[in-house]
């Protein structure tokens, strides 16, 4: 079953038990979830990320520089960004026309992306980062650029019956056989008369 894009408009609210970090299994929200493990994370999974040599040590070419790995900074550029872009969106509001895809969360913040897969620069919090947007049957996929080699990927899906949201996030990790880092998170969509009634959402 194919989905159109426009099944994706409409508002979406988190599903804190199913939301799960990619790393435990466990609920993300739990302790040491995605969003609280970032600065841990962030320096672990960018170990290797921004260096000038491909071998790990000195290099094997004559007259090469040593490769001296990540600085300090690459190492909190990196560990910033991933921190904002796995922050939590409790509630999202997604708008779909044929030439892109917005969102707006629930600190009121709007994000427009084009979908025919040009790269486009972005804000969040404190962090800058590029983005390119493709629709690829029933999934709408989104890959990030950051600084200093970071490289992350979103990918939502609807269930079958349109009433639920799923969005994988991945953040790309250099080393062989790390864990996972990002989430796998669950949305449940909001009927539009609850909403426009006022009507509390579930959390």
């Given amino acids: 079953l194919v989905l159109a894009p426009a099944e994706f408009?409409?508002?979406w609210d988190y599903n804190a038990d199913e939301s799960l970090n990619a790393a435990t299994g466990k609920p993300e929200q739990a302790p040491r979830s995605a969003t609280q493990r970032g600065r841990g994370a962030a320096t672990a999974g960018r170990t290797g990320t921004g260096r000038s040599g491909g071998d790990g040590g000195f290099g094997g070419g004559q007259g090469r520089a040593p490769d001296i790995g990540p600085t300090p900074e690459m190492l909190r550029a990196?560990?910033?960004l991933m921190r904002?872009?796995?922050e939590i969106p409790e509630l999202l509001t997604v708008s779909v026309t044929p030439e892109s895809i917005t969102f707006k969360d629930d600190l009121d913040r709007t994000r427009t992306y084009p979908t025919d897969g040009s790269k486009r620069s972005y804000r969040l919090g404190g962090s800058a980062y590029?983005?390119?947007v493709v629709w690829r049957n029933s999934q709408r996929r989104k890959d990030i650029y950051g600084d200093y080699g970071f490289k992350m990927s979103e990918?939502?899906?609807l269930s079958t019956d349109a009433k639920r949201l799923f969005v994988i996030l991945r953040v790309a990790d250099m080393r062989k056989?790390?864990?996972p880092i990002g989430?796998?998170?669950?949305y449940e969509r909001v009927d539009p008369a609850d909403a426009s009634a006022g009507a509390p959402v579930s959390r």
């Fill in 130 to 132: 590029d983005a390119r």
């Fill in 84 to 86: 904002d872009l796995l």
């Fill in 183 to 186: 989430a796998d998170r669950v």
């Fill in 78 to 80: 990196s560990r910033d």
């Fill in 177 to 179: 056989n790390a864990p």
């Fill in 155 to 157: 990918v939502y899906f």
């Fill in 9 to 11: 408009a409409g508002m």
